[in-house]
T-cell receptor, first 113, second 119 residues
Framework: GENVEQHPSTLSVQEGDSAVIKCTYSDSASNYFPWYKQELGKRPQLIIDIRSNVGEKKDQRIAVTLNKTAKHFSLHITETQPEDSAVYFCAARRASSASKIIFGSGTRLSIRP | GAVVSQHPSWVICKSGTSVKIECRSLDFQATTMFWYRQFPKQSLMLMATSNEGSKATYEQGVEKDKFLINHASLTLSTLTVTSAHPEDSSFYIC???????????????FGPGTRLTVL
């Protein structure tokens, strides 16, 4: 069945350094890849997404890359700040009206001051 | 962005009772809503897809008789945990998509979640 694998499960970086989270997906029909940030006890918040016809997308300190051939996509956060500490989830979905999102297992990112 | 609300935000109940959780799309219509369960320090696991006016589609391993889903209107879906037991204690999150915007790549908006504790 559909599966999204995410690594690492935990990540600790020095404030100001970069953080990279990697995901792979199994469903070759997936063509929409959102990333979510979830703080403790809160709802997931979409931080960036990428469609399959695009290889890279950037929004300020956040960028996402997609390698559709290899079924890999990654989240890059540069110049990390304390408020970036949270759990990040990658996800994959087919672009149809009722298609479900399949989440990765999550990465707990900690920013060391 | 669009707003999805959930009620209640938390509930504590005795084992054997039933609990109803409401999910509402406040400023858009949602023909499809999704129900997730999240255990501590784990990912969101899709339980079922709720379709307005028809039966929900449950994921493998989710008991449809235990987790009753009703999607009676374009803005409201309910999840009822029947005969709840301590192992049902979890964070339940709903989400909905605003099909009127963004085409097939439209964003999925999440509710704030409901923390269920079964004693």
């Amino acid at each position: 069945g559909e599966n999204v694998e995410q690594h690492p499960s935990t990540l600790s970086v020095q404030e100001g350094d970069s953080a990279v989270i990697k995901c792979t997906y199994s469903d070759s029909a997936s063509n929409y890849f959102p990333w979510y940030k979830q703080e403790l006890g809160k709802r997931p918040q979409l931080i960036i997404d990428i469609r399959s016809n695009v290889g890279e997308k950037k929004d300020q300190r956040i960028a996402v890359t997609l390698n559709k051939t290899a079924k890999h996509f990654s989240l890059h956060i540069t110049e990390t700040q304390p408020e970036d500490s949270a759990v990040y989830f990658c996800a994959a979905r087919r672009a149809s009206s009722a298609s479900k999102i399949i989440f990765g297992s999550g990465t707990r990112l900690s920013i060391r001051p | 962005g669009a707003v999805v609300s959930q009620h209640p935000s938390w509930v504590i109940c005795k084992s054997g009772t039933s609990v109803k959780i409401e999910c509402r799309s406040l400023d858009f219509q949602a023909t499809t809503m999704f129900w997730y369960r999240q255990f501590p320090k784990q990912s969101l696991m899709l339980m079922a897809t709720s379709n307005e006016g028809s039966k929900a589609t449950y994921e493998q391993g989710v008991e449809k008789d235990k987790f009753l889903i009703n999607h009676a209107s374009l803005t409201l879906s309910t999840l009822t945990v029947t005969s709840a037991h301590p192992e049902d204690s979890s964070f339940y999150i709903c989400s909905a998509r605003d099909l009127a915007s963004g085409g097939s790549y439209n964003e999925q908006f999440f509710g704030p979640g409901t923390r269920l504790t079964v004693l």
